[in-house]
C-alpha cells in the first residue's frame, strides 16, 4: 500500500486491517509479560461455570494488537511521527481465544498545525470479530507527516 500522508487523507476514508486470530499463546505470553494473570483469562475450570462461560482475553491485549495490526497496514510506515493519544476507548464485549479480530479505521478529523511538516488526524476504531461485532472501540490521534510540496 502506498503511505498515507496527512495531505492525501479525506474525512471520512476508511480502510480495514487484516484478521488475526487469538490463541492460548497469546494470552499467556501477554500475561507473562503484563503480570495480569487473573483468573478471568487464567482459569479455566473456574471461567467454565461464570458468565462468560470460557476465559476471556485481556482487553488490553486486543488493544496492544490492534496497534499491531494497524501498524502491519504498511501506510504509516513513512508518515507516522507519533502516535499521540488514544480517546474513549470502550471494552464493549469479552473476546475469547480463538476469536479472529479485524480493524476497521476511518478518518474523522484533520487538524493543521503551527509546524507545516506535519498534522494530526484523528481516527475512529472499531476492533471486530469474525461474527461482526465490535468489541473495542475508540478514537485514535496521531501526528503525521506532511509531504514536502504540500
Do not use: Y
Not at 12 to 18: I, K, L, R, W
Amino acid at each position: 500500500m502506498q503511505p498515507l500522508w496527512f495531505d492525501d487523507a479525506e474525512v471520512g476514508m476508511s480502510f480495514d486491517t487484516v484478521g488475526r486470530t487469538v490463541t492460548e499463546a497469546d494470552v499467556v505470553n501477554f500475561a507473562g509479560v503484563s503480570g495480569d494473570f487473573h483468573v478471568l483469562h487464567t482459569d479455566a475450570e473456574l471461567m467454565e461455570r461464570s458468565d462468560f462461560g470460557q476465559r476471556i482475553v485481556h482487553g488490553a491485549l486486543i488493544l496492544s494488537m490492534v496497534t499491531g495490526l494497524r501498524g502491519r497496514l504498511g501506510i504509516f510506515d513513512e508518515t507516522l511521527i507519533a502516535f499521540a493519544e488514544i480517546r474513549t476507548w470502550k471494552f464493549r464485549r469479552p473476546v475469547f481465544i480463538g476469536d479472529t479480530i479485524r480493524v476497521r479505521n476511518t478518518v474523522t478529523e484533520l487538524i493543521e498545525t503551527s509546524t507545516p511538516d506535519r498534522g494530526v488526524m484523528v481516527q475512529r476504531v472499531e476492533v471486530l470479530t469474525q461474527r461482526g461485532e465490535v468489541v473495542q472501540d475508540g478514537e485514535m490521534v496521531a501526528l503525521m507527516r506532511r509531504r514536502a510540496d504540500a
